[in-house]
C-alpha cells in the first residue's frame, strides 16, 4: 500500500508521499536460499507446448488455458499467477458489496473481485492486513491490534463464504493443491507490523491464523525499523527488530523488506537465514525514490536468493492534492459507509482518476522498470505485487483484468514459459518453501 497514515488522518499524511509538504514527524520524500542471478531461458529454445500444459515443475504447474476467459491470452492463462501484495481486504467488509461480482471500473474503485481475476487469469495472492502507523503507545499498539484482528478475520469470512471458488493457502503445496481443483489461492499477509507493540510472541498468533508473509515497517519509523520515507530513528533495525527477524525466520514466515530504509532492508538481509522478498517496490534506477530499490542491492537480494516483487507505483511522482488526500482517507474508512455513500466515493475518486490521476506512467514506462529489474536480477528472483486497491495501477494497467498484457510483453522480448512461470509465481513459492524448511529443520 502506497498510503501513509499519520496521527490517525490516512489522507494528511499523503503530502510527503506525494513530496508536497514535510509532515510533523520530519519524512522526507513520497511514501533473501542461495543462488545466483542466472541468465535467462530466451526465446532461443521454444517454451512447454499445450502438450505439456500440465505437466508441473518445481517453478509452478504450466497448463491449459482455462475456458471462457476472454481476456487473458492463452500464454498467460496457461501460467500459475499470484500477487504479493493485495489491498482487496478494505472492501472485505462493506455493506452490500460482494468480492465474487464483477464491478465495472466505470463507477467502481475497487481493481480486484473474484470475477475479474478470472478474466485477467490471476490465480490469487496475498491479501494484506495493513494497519496505519500510529502512536509508539500501549493504547495505540492495542488500537492496531484491534484493527489488524479485524482485518484478519473478514480476509478468513471471504474464504469462507466463496470457498467453492477460492481457498485458503498455509503453503506452497496449499497453492498447487488448491489450483489443481480449479480454486483460487488466498495467502495471508501483513503490511505493517505496528500491531505486535512491545514484544515479537504476536507473530506466532497471527502465523497460526495463516499468516505468511510479513512486512516489518511501513510509511513511518515503528518499534521494529527504519521506513524508507521518514528519518532515520535506529538506522536500520531496532533491538525489537532484530528479535523480529529471528521470529519471523523461527515461524517459517517470509519477510517482506517493502517500506524499509535502506540500512533497515540491509539488516533484513544479513540477518535472516530464509530469503526475503519485496512484495512491491520498484526500481531506483529508473525513478530516484526512496521506496525503490537500487541496483547494487537488487544484485545482494538476488544473490542471497530473494526476488523483488514488481509494482505499478513510483515509477514516477506521485500526484497528490487536497482532493485526492481526503479521499485516500475516506477510502482507508469505506466499510463504514454505507452503500449510497460508497458509491459517491467511488465516482469522486474515478472521477479524479480521469482528470488528476495519481500516477502519470504509461505501461511503456512500466514495462521498460521491468525489464531492467529483470536484467540486473535475473527471472529467477522477480515477482509481481501490483499494489492494487492500495493506490497501484497506471494507464494500461489500471485493474486485475489487465494483467495479461505484462505476459505478452514479456514473451515478445524473448522470455520463455519456463522464466514467466518463475516470476509469476515460482519465485514466490520457492522462498516460501525456503522459509518453512529452515524452520523445520532448526534446532528446538
Not at 9 to 34: K, R
Given at each position: 500500500m502506497m498510503r501513509?497514515?499519520?496521527?490517525?488522518?490516512?489522507?494528511?499524511?499523503?503530502?510527503?508521499?506525494?513530496?508536497?509538504?514535510?509532515?510533523?514527524?520530519?519524512?522526507?520524500?513520497?511514501?533473501?536460499?542461495?543462488?545466483?542471478?542466472?541468465?535467462s531461458t530466451r526465446a532461443a529454445a521454444p517454451g512447454p507446448t499445450l502438450a505439456d500444459a500440465n505437466h508441473a515443475t518445481p517453478a509452478g504447474p504450466i497448463r491449459s488455458p482455462a475456458p471462457g476467459s476472454a481476456l487473458a491470452d492463452a500464454g498467460h492463462a496457461r501460467l500459475l499467477t499470484l500477487d504479493t501484495h493485495l489491498d482487496s481486504p478494505v472492501h472485505f467488509g462493506r455493506a452490500g458489496w460482494s468480492f465474487a461480482d464483477r464491478h465495472d471500473p466505470a463507477t467502481e474503485m475497487a481493481q480486484v473481485d473474484l470475477a475479474r481475476m478470472a478474466d485477467g487469469n490471476l490465480d490469487g495472492g496475498f491479501f494484506a492486513i495493513?494497519?496505519?502507523?500510529?502512536?509508539?503507545?500501549?493504547?495505540?499498539?492495542?488500537?492496531?491490534?484491534?484493527?489488524?484482528?479485524?482485518r484478519s478475520k473478514e480476509i478468513d469470512a471471504m474464504v469462507v463464504r466463496f470457498g467453492d471458488r477460492i481457498g485458503a493457502a498455509r503453503s506452497a503445496d496449499d497453492a498447487l493443491a488448491l489450483d489443481a481443483k480449479g480454486k483460487l489461492i488466498a495467502f495471508k499477509s501483513i503490511e505493517n507490523s505496528y500491531p505486535l507493540g512491545e514484544s515479537v510472541a504476536g507473530l506466532a498468533d497471527y502465523q497460526r491464523q495463516g499468516v505468511r508473509l510479513a512486512g516489518i515497517v511501513h510509511t513511518e519509523?515503528?518499534?521494529?525499523?527504519?521506513?524508507?520515507?521518514?528519518?532515520?530513528?535506529?538506522?536500520?533495525?531496532?533491538?525489537?527488530g532484530r528479535a523480529w527477524v529471528s521470529e519471523m525466520n523461527r515461524l517459517g514466515m517470509v519477510i517482506d523488506a517493502s517500506h524499509a530504509s535502506d540500512a533497515s532492508f540491509d539488516q533484513l538481509l544479513a540477518q535472516s537465514?530464509?530469503?526475503?522478498?519485496?512484495?512491491?517496490?520498484?526500481?531506483?534506477?529508473?525513478?530516484?525514490?526512496?521506496?525503490?530499490?537500487?541496483?547494487?542491492?537488487?544484485?545482494?537480494?538476488a544473490a542471497s536468493g530473494g526476488a523483488l516483487c514488481f509494482s505499478t507505483i513510483y515509477l514516477g511522482k506521485a500526484e497528490m492534492g487536497e482532493e485526492r488526500l481526503a479521499l485516500f482517507?475516506?477510502?482507508?474508512?469505506?466499510?463504514?459507509?454505507?452503500?449510497?455513500?460508497?458509491?459517491?466515493?467511488?465516482?469522486?475518486?474515478?472521477?479524479?482518476?480521469k482528470t488528476a490521476p495519481i500516477w502519470n506512467a504509461t505501461f511503456d514506462q512500466y514495462m521498460t522498470a521491468l525489464l531492467h529489474v529483470i536484467a540486473v536480477?535475473?527471472?529467477?528472483?522477480?515477482?509481481?505485487?501490483?499494489?492494487?486497491?492500495?493506490?497501484?495501477?497506471?494507464?494500461?494497467?489500471?485493474?486485475?483484468?489487465?494483467?495479461?498484457?505484462?505476459?505478452?510483453?514479456?514473451?515478445?522480448?524473448?522470455?520463455?514459459?519456463?522464466?514467466?512461470?518463475?516470476?509469476?509465481?515460482?519465485?514466490?513459492?520457492?522462498?516460501?518453501?525456503?522459509?518453512?524448511?529452515?524452520?523445520?529443520?532448526?534446532?528446538?
Open positions: 501513509r497514515m499519520t496521527c490517525g488522518a490516512a489522507a494528511a499524511a499523503l503530502l510527503t508521499l506525494a513530496g508536497c509538504a514535510a509532515t510533523p514527524t520530519g519524512q522526507t520524500g513520497a511514501d533473501a536460499g542461495h543462488a545466483t542471478p542466472a541468465a495493513f494497519t496505519p502507523q500510529g502512536p509508539l503507545t500501549p493504547e495505540g499498539y492495542a488500537a492496531a491490534n484491534t484493527w489488524a484482528q479485524t519509523n515503528n518499534q521494529f525499523a527504519d521506513s524508507a520515507t521518514d528519518k532515520p530513528r535506529w538506522n536500520g533495525l531496532s533491538p525489537l537465514t530464509a530469503p526475503i522478498l519485496l512484495s512491491h517496490s520498484g526500481s531506483r534506477a529508473m525513478f530516484d525514490h526512496p521506496r525503490n530499490l537500487d541496483d547494487a542491492r537488487l544484485r545482494k537480494l482517507d475516506q477510502s482507508e474508512h469505506i466499510s463504514s459507509l454505507n452503500p449510497a455513500s460508497q458509491a459517491e466515493l467511488s465516482a469522486r475518486w474515478i472521477a479524479m482518476d536480477a535475473g527471472p529467477e528472483h522477480v515477482c509481481f505485487g501490483a499494489d492494487f486497491d492500495g493506490g497501484g495501477g497506471i494507464a494500461g494497467l489500471q485493474n486485475v483484468t489487465d494483467l495479461p498484457r505484462i505476459t505478452a510483453r514479456l514473451k515478445a522480448a524473448g522470455y520463455a514459459d519456463a522464466d514467466l512461470q518463475k516470476m509469476w509465481s515460482g519465485n514466490v513459492l520457492r522462498i516460501l518453501r525456503a522459509a518453512q524448511a529452515q524452520a523445520a529443520a532448526a534446532p528446538r
